[in-house]
């Protein structure tokens, strides 16, 4: 099952794409700390990996150019492809 929802009562940041890929932000996280957690999931992967504190998951075909979510407590981070 995946994590809650995504938490959005704290500020929302959309990250300049990078590689291919846009990160929406939802929570206090910069940009470049989401590109270098986000690096670390392996697409080929399990469906949940957990990197560093981050829980992060492969997101269902209906949400997609979603790709991949993190969630950490407060802050939640999408990757999509641009």
């Keep these: 099952m995946a994590p809650a929802g995504v938490a ?3 500020p929302t940041t959309d990250c300049d794409p990078q590689g ?3 990160i929406q932000i939802y929570g206090d996280l910069s940009c470049a700390d989401a590109y270098a957690i986000g690096a670390g ?3 080929q992967g399990e469906a949940f990996q957990e990197l560093g504190t981050f829980t992060c ?3 269902p075909a209906d949400v ?4 991949f ?8 981070f999408a990757v999509s492809q641009v």
């Design 8 to 10: 959005q009562a704290g």
């Design 20 to 22: 291919g890929y846009f």
């Design 41 to 43: 999931f392996d697409l």
């Design 57 to 59: 998951y492969t997101s």
């Design 64 to 67: 997609r150019p979603i790709i």
């Design 69 to 76: 979510q993190c969630a950490d407590g407060d802050i939640d």
